[in-house]
């Protein structure tokens, strides 16, 4: 059984000092055997990085902490990027690559999350492991090529890189319409997209690494629906956006990742 993620985007919100405050809620309110269960991973603005680290360190939280975005060259005049290494450095053990906010807002291609991906697998430091975004528009959906929009996604993020551990690579899908418009995949919608990802990293990486890798779902996961979303065979998680940004609701979906597997 594929050990489930929950994994916190805190996106552009918190100070250091709101930053220090939330990760320390969390690990007030989080018990050791959790991660027995599941892995938890918050995911900061990049100022608060440290921060948050010293925070579940001090405490000796087994919480993941990863960033929300990094830069594929090692370093350089690259004005306002961070590096694989600077994230490393940090504390960070996993990073987002290609959160639909990145491709929208900012204009990140196919070929840019592929050079981050690749960035993150091939760093020869400690292992770093990209959580790879894919997902679809409202009008891709109602187009009804979003199964086809989608594995394209993961192909060209993927396209050239050699993935020989499970844990190197975790995939989110993140439908664009249910992303913060308080709409919400249903389960069955959720796992149909879930499982044709699945079937698409068998087709790239074999069907056994395909079997063990995590794939999340990342659109607007909250307490009332989360039970009905893990209960499906190819959704291993989720990564939250807004309900991430309360410590009660964040634990609460551990929680809910802990009962599923026992």
Known sequence: MRKPIIAGNWKMNNTVAEGVVLAQEISNNFYRDYTEFVDVIICPPAVDLKAVKGVLEFDKRDIYVGAQNCYFEPSGAYTGEISVKMISDAGCDFCIVGHSERREIFGETNAMINDKVRALVEYQGK??????????????????????????????????????????????????????????????????????????????????????????????????????????????????????????SFVNLVKAAVECQK
Request: proline content about 3%; overall charge negative; aromatic content about 4%.
């Open 127 to 248: 292992k770093m492991t990209p959580i790879l975004c894919v997902g679809e528009s409202l009008a891709v959906r109602e187009s009804g090529d979003y199964i086809d929009y989608v594995t394209k996604q993961a192909e060209a993020a993927l396209a050239g890189i050699d993935i020989f551990d499970a844990d190197q690579l975790v995939i989110a899908y993140e439908p664009i319409w249910a992303i913060g418009t308080g709409r919400t995949a249903t389960p069955e919608q959720a796992q149909e997209v879930c499982a044709a990802i699945r079937s698409c990293l068998a087709n790239i990486l074999g069907g056994a690494m395909a079997e063990k890798i995590r794939v999340l779902y990342g659109g607007s996961m909250n307490e009332g629906n989360v039970d009905s979303l893990l209960e499906q065979p190819d959704i291993d998680g989720g990564l939250i956006g807004g309900a991430s940004l309360k410590a009660s």
